[in-house]
């Protein structure tokens, strides 16, 4: 069975100060871990997958194996970064299971 | 993005009735969902569909049902509501032919179950 454990249910920064958000899983097979983000008002959508190792809006994560973790990271904190972040693992039937997500608040 | 609709936006319902959740897409997209969303406990699948003749059961699907009416279309129906089942239901869409794990979503709908 799978897990994906978001420890922290809420987060809060300064602006312009680093953040993290923790994402741990538990997978059998090879992982594929994505986050997705829920800014207010707005629809959930794909903020960014380990296998691009993009960087979006300033965010990166980067899939470590040995501490089975994708945390996501941005060196300086803004205000339109505040909202809902949810870590998802690719299943083995295709689908996504999503953590439970961290409410992050930038302060001004 | 409006291209994945669902309709009731808010419903409010008492204990034993029966509701219908809709969700249209105009994506054309193969693939369909749904979840729950609960304070804490993030979203949780319900069903899925890769295609009009495919649907299984996710991880919660106890009182819940499904229908596939179309490639477009894909209805959850509780079939006699009861007050856990308050919760904000989202529905969205995937194709196999997009980068595996992006999904599309809805706007939600707001179910309370009195």
């Known amino acids: 069975a799978q897990r994906v454990t978001q420890p922290e249910k809420l987060l809060s920064v300064f602006k312009g100060a680093p953040v993290e958000l923790k994402c741990n899983y538990s997978y059998s097979g090879s992982p594929e871990l994505f986050w997705y983000v829920q800014y207010s008002r707005q629809r959930l959508q794909l903020l960014l997958r380990h296998i691009s190792r993009e960087s979006i809006k300033g965010f990166t994560a980067d899939l470590n194996k040995g501490e089975t973790s994708f945390h996501l990271k941005k060196p300086f904190a803004q205000e339109e970064d505040s909202a809902m972040y949810y870590c998802a693992l690719r299943t083995g039937a295709n689908n996504l299971f999503f953590g439970t997500g961290t409410r992050l608040t930038v302060i001004p | ?114």
């Open chain 2, 1 to 114: 993005d409006a291209d994945v609709t669902q309709t009731p936006r808010n419903r409010i319902t008492k204990t034993g009735k029966r509701i219908m959740l809709e969700c249209s897409q105009t994506k054309g997209h193969d693939r369909m969902y749904w979840y729950r969303q609960d304070p804490g406990l993030g979203l949780r699948l319900i069903y899925y569909s890769f295609d009009v003749k495919d649907i299984n059961k996710g991880e919660i699907s106890d009182g819940y049902s499904v229908s596939r009416q179309a490639q477009a279309k894909f209805s959850l129906s509780l079939e006699s509501a009861i007050p856990n089942q308050t919760a904000l239901y989202f529905c969205a869409t995937g194709d196999r032919d997009l980068v595996v794990g992006e999904q599309f979503f809805g706007p939600g709908t707001r179910l309370t179950v009195l």
